[in-house]
């Protein structure tokens, strides 16, 4: 059911381009999956989705094990027909949301113990369970359950962690039963560079259809970010996709794309959407500033989205001045369709061999992403 | 370029249907008007209004009065293109608004004086100056500025109130200068059929090319507005439009079609749709309640719009209960279609002379508005 297959190789980089088959249809790389946490992109319907372009949108499984839980998902046909989405999804695996909550979490050889952020109620998210939660979820590319190592930490503390997500990767691969479902695994290592390549080689060694980077734009500077990529992609097969997990600003996007990397997921577009922080194609619009009060002008005269097609800077200001509900699907919309767009350009610059020159002309013109 | 055209009267009763014509294009009657208070029918864009086959919708003018304010809508090139809704819209007078402030408000021969909700800063309302903010807006249908009595209120203080809404009409009358805009004057009387009858017969010798019946919907029983409508209606020009304001529930739409009446506003299903509580062909929906969980049938499976068309109840109960923004959305646009679906249905009753069948069967099948 799954195949991914490259079908241009940027000349002057290690750029690609390509095709992800799955068993809801196939979207080209590099690609940007929208976040759908509970089920739901938020303020989007299914239909706005497409309308954006989203090929594959992602779900988080610790959300949905949660509220409504996976044994009702399944119930009800899958994540896809729950929320109406037939196009590819990919699930995370739970582990880093639970350890974002670090003080709330037990870790184990066999698994975290944690308390539900909803109800304090008492859980525990282990490999097994994790690819039991996945496989009634149903998306169509699953994530192996890893520890993702907190920045700052030493040598030996990220080498201990390291090796735990090497285990339990081990133990995903033999739970994993799911034939429709693709297990991708994931290279940990923290901020270390001989740790990122010893890993990647265990990983790699488990056999996975396509490779995560875990435990990156986790806070540290955008360069150490880059170096921790090229101590890993070489080490990675080139026939198989690699997914930067939780990237990114547009620049770091196309910076990563430019490092060999397929796939990437985020909430900036979406969160940066309610809070009214639009991106386009001159740079970065806060739509809530007394400029744009009276501007009769499309928020981006070069997108051709919904939101710009159809309504004005002043108009836009207003519904988020406001607080009209209406403000977050639009601004969404925006901001989604500027992703979408944004991939699709640095698709075609592959194709062309010229993505290095693209990046130069997109800084020149939207200013790079200065305020991070 | 305002037009009313009676097509069909129902011979069994006071029920007509008919079309009004604007500048901004025509829609039938009886008509159902989704209140846009601030610019916005709350969570849907125009794209949905359209879709749920909104053929006319309403503006606020105290909201807008005070926020983006007349003056930017005016040089956006008015509400229509402001919001992009390229529909007929109708705009109230804003008394309604300030009166509900009557801690806050001074009223004198002049006007109103009142103090903003948003900031607290000092701001007068008159019939001159809502007739100057009702054309900056630019509606096709705009109202005469009244004084709402209170409800409950005596017979003097209601006739005195009376009184001034009739020197408002006039004024209103007399300082409308724009002749795309179609003027209404609205009825007041409270809850007295011979101040209704008055009222109606001052406010039709001034002259007017549709009349609104003010001031119900206010807390009184539902045989009590009933009553006021039978004692205004006789005395209104059959050949002019008549307008319920702030009506209602299906069931007080279907009881006033049957007495006369052509046009409604309300925010209900839109207000009930945030709140989770749905409308439906056999009753209401509270979509919270556990027993929808894993409901997998649509919302009302004999409903064609994009909600009910495309996810079931038990996701419909996840988004609500997980405070998604889209169940915003997927409610209001139920609600709504079943709003629209409603009037079509009323239209189609009076074309075959029965609506007082259509009633029977409704109140049946829904088991009538019980809650209310």
């Known amino acids: 059911m799954f195949r991914f297959t490259i079908t241009h190789k940027d000349k002057n980089g290690a750029a690609r381009i390509g095709e992800i088959q799955t068993g809801h249809g196939t979207f080209s790389t590099p690609a940007f999956m929208p976040v759908g946490t509970q089920a739901s992109v938020k303020a989007m319907g299914p239909d706005d989705l497409a309308r954006c372009g989203a090929g594959i949108i992602l779900g988080n499984t610790y959300h949905l094990f949660l509220r409504p839980g996976h044994d009702l998902v399944r119930q009800m046909g899958g994540l896809h027909r729950f929320m109406n989405w037939g196009g590819p999804i990919l699930t995370d695996s739970g582990g880093y949301q639970v350890f974002s909550m670090r003080e709330l979490t037990k870790v184990s050889e066999e698994g975290v113990a944690f308390r539900s952020h909803l109800d304090g109620s008492k859980l525990f998210l282990s490999p097994e369970k994790s690819m039991e939660i996945q496989e009634a979820l149903g998306a169509d590319i699953i994530m192996a359950f890893d520890e993702p190592t907190p920045y700052p930490a030493s040598h030996a ?9 090497t285990r339990w990767a081990r133990r995903c691969k033999v739970s994993h039963g799911s034939p429709s479902q693709a297990l991708f695994g994931i290279v940990q290592g923290g901020m270390f560079a001989d740790l990122r390549k010893r890993n990647a080689n265990e990983i790699v060694e488990t056999g996975f259809p396509g490779y995560a980077l875990g435990g990156l734009s986790v806070g540290e500077p955008m360069e150490l970010m880059a170096e921790m990529i090229d101590a890993t992609v070489p080490h990675l097969p080139e026939d198989k996709p690699r997914y930067l997990m939780g990237v990114g600003f547009p620049e770091d996007i196309i910076r990563s794309v430019l490092q060999g ?10 969160r940066n959407a309610r809070n009214g922080t639009l991106f386009t194609s001159s740079g970065r619009v806060l739509i809530k500033n007394a400029v744009y009060k009276d501007d009769p002008n499309p928020l981006d005269p070069e997108c051709a989205c919904y939101t710009c097609s159809n309504f004005s800077r002043a108009y836009l200001r207003h519904l988020f001045t406001a607080g009209e509900i209406l ?13 979408m767009n944004l991939m699709k350009e640095i698709r075609e610059a592959i194709q062309d061999d010229r993505l290095d020159d693209y990046y130069r002309k997109w800084r020149v013109k939207t200013g790079g992403d200065k305020i991070r």
Chains 1, 2 share one sequence.
């Open 157 to 165: 503390e990220t080498e201990k962690s390291m090796q735990l997500t």
């Open 261 to 270: 990397v397929d796939m990437f997921d985020c909430v900036l577009p979406t």
């Open 327 to 339: 403000s977050y699907r639009l601004n969404t919309i925006h901001n989604l369709h500027y992703y």
